[in-house]
């Protein structure tokens, strides 16, 4: 059964922090990764796209990270902002992705 | 950029009404896709369409039907709705070929 697991389930951070978020798939076959960010009660916007030759991808300071060997992929914020508190979502797949469960992050002041 | 509009943002309706949600997108997509949200258990996806009058059940199909009878507009229709159809409903598109989807505002209805 095709699995996305995200990690943490939250995460809480200081604003001017870096974080990671970790996302492992059991998904086959694979064509593509892709990070979502959802603000409360909007729909997921998406950050970074990756195929499986692409290992890195930047969106200003979002960085996702891809290990197809391992099946794992990574999100780095950079310097956050309080407007990066939001819910993370990873998705692999084409047709009926499988989503991940997502990780809340909450950033403070 | 790609839009997707979903008729409403926030419903209340009673058990047992008949309920549509509407999604137009505008960027000629051929794929469009229905997910429910709720807390604990992702996104999760109900129908898709690949093509005008085309449909597949997603994972969780019980209780809906959906209908695209124009490229631009898919709408999911509760038959008979019910309190535990109490949820957020995300409506996305996706061209062929563009592995991304893009994703509406979201519908948040509550059956009381």
């Known amino acids: 059964k095709n699995q996305v697991e995200q990690s943490p389930q939250s995460l809480i951070i200081l604003e001017g922090k870096n974080c990671t978020l970790q996302?492992?798939?059991?998904?086959?076959?694979?064509?593509?990764l892709r990070w979502y960010k959802q603000d409360t009660g909007r729909g997921p916007v998406s950050l970074t796209i990756?195929?499986?030759?692409?290992n890195t991808k930047s969106n200003g300071r979002y960085t996702a990270t891809l290990d197809a060997d391992t099946k794992q992929s990574s999100l780095h914020i950079t310097a956050s902002q309080l407007s990066d508190s939001a819910s993370y979502i990873c998705?692999?797949?084409?047709?009926?992705?499988?989503f991940g469960d997502g990780t809340t992050l909450t950033v403070k002041p | 950029d790609v839009k997707v509009t979903q008729s409403s943002r926030y419903l209340v309706k009673r058990t047992g009404e008949k309920v549509f949600l509407e999604c137009v997108q505008d960027m000629d997509h051929e794929n469009m896709f229905w997910y429910r949200q709720d807390p604990g258990l992702g996104l999760r996806l109900i129908y898709f369409?690949?093509?005008?009058?085309?449909?597949e059940k997603g994972d969780i199909p019980e209780g809906y039907s959906v209908s695209r009878e124009k490229k631009e507009r898919f709408s999911l229709i509760l038959e008979s709705a019910s309190t535990n159809q109490t949820s957020m409903y995300l409506c996305?598109?996706?061209?062929?070929?563009?592995?991304?989807?893009?994703f509406g505002s979201g519908t948040r209805l509550t059956v009381v």
């Open positions: 998705v692999v797949g084409e047709g009926k992705s499988t």
């Open positions: 996305a598109s996706r061209g062929t070929g563009n592995y991304g989807y893009t």
């Open positions: 990756m195929t499986f030759s692409e």
């Open positions: 996302c492992n798939y059991t998904v086959s076959p694979f064509s593509n």
């Open positions: 369409s690949y093509d005008v009058k085309m449909k």
